[in-house]
Structures are given as structure tokens and as C-alpha cells.
């Protein structure tokens, strides 16, 4: 028989993964995140909404443990959660204890894994599941699913499918816990998924390439607002793009080189042309070609770097 399951998440992200729970009968609770963020409020209303039983976490080990004492849980399960768990709560589920990580672990070990797969241009990932140690993401992995990445694959994209891809991969992972099985140890580390800051989220017109540029915009897309660039000093969010097999005429990166139906607003990079096909300014969010003559765009203008 199942381990009833400690649920650790951070955004209504999980929700697919929380009601197959809850409709199979193996939830116990939900902890969840301490953020003050939109994606934390949201969860906790849904869990009350429905009755769901949680508690937030009190970054206390000793309170954590008094009322995970209360709920009838020994198996512990974390998908997409925001903050690091302690060695005790660890001890206290005597190492029963696992993480769902959307890399093919050890590559994109960190916080940011589906944001650096995207920005690279990586064509295949998987969900791992591996025990949870004191040392993030470095656990022994249990089971592993892998998955394409499409070449149109936005963040929210792949986001939602990974939502539907946990269900399978947790009930694979619960049947084999009622088996003999091996644990594959992780060794090496490569392409790290460090924190997002606001440099990695810039297109640099100047240096990146068009197939660069594109894949920024699929990782930004919807989780940073869009790819950062600047328009007469003021910074706009490029949504999507398409690369473009247009002549560049040898204007300098980040021209507008083309205006018009049905081809849209294209721009010139580094080694190519790029259509930028969705853009959001105060004013709104706008195709390229509306943007470009709701503003009086001509072409010659010019996109520019941030500087930071």
C-alpha cells in the first residue's frame, strides 16, 4: 500500500500533480512555500478554496516538524519548490524524502532549470526524480522520463506540458518504490541553471545571433515578461519572434530592416534577420507590424542594448 505523501510546492504549477493526488487518495498535506509573491498567493487560495489541508513553511525547523508530526505523511514529495529543505526535516522523513527537477540531471542542476534548457537551444530534457540531500539538486536519481523540446516551445509551453508529464512520471515513481530498486548516483556537473538576473534576460544586438535571440525569447516567454531590448531610451519586452531568411543589407544589428503585411516588423542581427512578432510596451502588447505603425516606425530605426 502507498505512503500517504507530504506535498512541497510553490505555485498553482503543481496543481495537476496535487489533484491526482488528492483523487487517488495518497495526499497527506501541502506545505508550501514562505513567499510573499503572487504565485504563493494564488496556491494558498486555491487550498483553501477547496479544503485542501497545508501549512506555509515557517523557515523553523522545530515548528515545521511539530505539525508535520500531526499529518499521517512519511513519504515526502517537492515539485518546483522555491526553498532550500533543511537536514532536519530531511532526518525527520528518514531520508524518504525526493525532488522532481526538470533537467536531465546533473546538466541544468539549480533553480532556473527549464529558462537555461531554452536559452541554450536544447532539444531534448527530462523530469528527474532524485533523493533530496543537503546539497541542492545533487541526490542520487531514482527514476528519469525523458521528453522532446520543440523548436517553438516557449517557457509557458513547456512549463504547462511538464504539469501533465509529473502525473505519469510520479505514478511510475510510486509503483516502483513498492519494488527493489537501484539509485544511479550523480556524478559531474554541467551547465548549471544559476539564478536569472536581469543581463541574462537582455538581448545584446550586437553579439547575439539570430538563433541566440530567438531562443531568448522562447525562455523569457511568459516568465520574465519577454526578452529585454530599448527603443528611443525607453525598455520594451519582446514576447516571440521568428527567424527570418531575409538579407540583412549589412545594417548594423538591431535595424529595422522591413516593414509591411504580410512579412511583419524585421530586424536585422548579427548574422541575419529576425521578425519580432509580439511586443509589449506601457502602452500595451502589440504585433510587431501594429507596434511599428501605431509609433511611426520607419525602417533604418534602430533597436538597442540595455546598459546595465
Given amino acids: 500500500m502507498h505512503k500517504k505523501i507530504v506535498l512541497f510546492i510553490s505555485s498553482l504549477n503543481a496543481f495537476g500533480l496535487l489533484n491526482h493526488l488528492i483523487t487517488k487518495n495518497l495526499l497527506s498535506c501541502v506545505v508550501v512555500a514562505n513567499k510573499n509573491d503572487v504565485d504563493t498567493h494564488n496556491l494558498i487560495q486555491v487550498l483553501r478554496q477547496y479544503k485542501i489541508p497545508y501549512f506555509i513553511d515557517q523557515q523553523d525547523d522545530a515548528k515545521n516538524i511539530e505539525t508535520l508530526k500531526k499529518v499521517d505523511g512519511s513519504l515526502a514529495l517537492s515539485f518546483g519548490f522555491s526553498t532550500k529543505i533543511s537536514k532536519t526535516i530531511i532526518e525527520f522523513f528518514k531520508e524518504d524524502i525526493f525532488n522532481i527537477h526538470a533537467s ?3 546538466s541544468y542542476r539549480g533553480r532556473n532549470p527549464l529558462f537555461w534548457q531554452l536559452k541554450n537551444g536544447e532539444k531534448r530534457s527530462a523530469l528527474t526524480i532524485h533523493k ?3 546539497n541542492f539538486d545533487k541526490g542520487d536519481i531514482v527514476l528519469t522520463k525523458e521528453f522532446d523540446i520543440d523548436a517553438q516551445d516557449t517557457f509557458g509551453i513547456l512549463n504547462g506540458f511538464i504539469s501533465q508529464l509529473v502525473i505519469s512520471l510520479t505514478d511510475e515513481f510510486l509503483a516502483l518504490l ?3 530498486f537501484s539509485l544511479t548516483p550523480q556524478i559531474g556537473e554541467k551547465n548549471l541553471a544559476k539564478e536569472v538576473v536581469q543581463k541574462d ?3 545584446d544586438w550586437d553579439r547575439m545571433s539570430t538563433l541566440e535571440i530567438y531562443n531568448l525569447t522562447r525562455a523569457c516567454n511568459p ?4 526578452a529585454k531590448t530599448v527603443w528611443k531610451n525607453a525598455m520594451l519586452s519582446i514576447y516571440e519572434t521568428t527567424i527570418m531568411n531575409m538579407d540583412n543589407l549589412g545594417l548594423e544589428p538591431g535595424s529595422i530592416v522591413y516593414i509591411g503585411s504580410p512579412e511583419g516588423l524585421i530586424v536585422t542581427t548579427i548574422d ?3 521578425r519580432i512578432d ?5 502602452d500595451g502588447i502589440f504585433s510587431g507590424l501594429r507596434f511599428s505603425k501605431r509609433f511611426n516606425i520607419d525602417v533604418g530605426e534602430k533597436f538597442s542594448t540595455i546598459k546595465l
Avoid at 223 to 226: A, K, P, S, T
Wanted: no cysteine; hydrophobic share 45%; glycine share 8%.
Fill in 223 to 226: 516568465i520574465f515578461e519577454g
Fill in 104 to 106: 536531465p540531471l546533473p
Fill in 178 to 180: 513498492e519494488t527493489t
Fill in 272 to 274: 541575419g534577420t529576425i
Fill in 201 to 203: 534576460i537582455i538581448i
Fill in 278 to 282: 509580439l511586443i509589449s510596451v506601457p
Fill in 132 to 134: 533530496i540531500t543537503e
